[in-house]
């Protein structure tokens, strides 16, 4: 039983999901303080001022605090993009990785090719 948790545990899998889920954590933190410190000021700067607040959190319709909201939109529309990115030039690296592999598959003679390229400079001598 031991054995197959370790088995589990470290299986490529599970690492990996490991990883990611740490980096994730980190990535999620700097889009945070991107939106909330950065974007959000430059693009909402005017909507807050004609409001009359200091914070976006205090932006409010009727009672309903909609600034929170507006600051979370904004930041998955930015990780969502980043993402797509990514995912975008990684899935073309793996296609340029997969297009080299099969160029030199195919320049590479074949081990009859090669044995029948033997037996003709064998049959020269």
């Known amino acids: 039983m031991i054995k197959e948790l370790k088995d589990f545990l470290f299986r490529g899998n599970v690492l990996d999901l490991a990883v990611a889920v740490v980096m994730g954590a980190a990535f999620n933190a ?19 001022k004609a409001a009359n607040v200091e914070n976006l959190s205090k932006l409010s319709w009727n009672g309903i605090a909609y ?33 080299e592999e099969a160029t030199e598959e195919a320049a590479a003679p074949s081990q009859e090719e ?9 049959a020269n001598k």
């Open 67 to 99: 600034g929170n909201f507006l600051s979370a939109i904004i930041n998955f529309i930015i990780v969502g993009t980043t993402l797509f990115f990514v995912v975008k030039a990684a899935n073309h690296a793996v296609a340029l990785g997969k297009k």
């Open 114 to 122: 090669l044995l029948a390229e033997i037996r003709d400079l064998l």
């Open 30 to 48: 700097i889009i945070t303080s991107l939106v909330s410190d950065i974007i959000t000021p430059l693009i909402l700067n005017p909507v807050v």
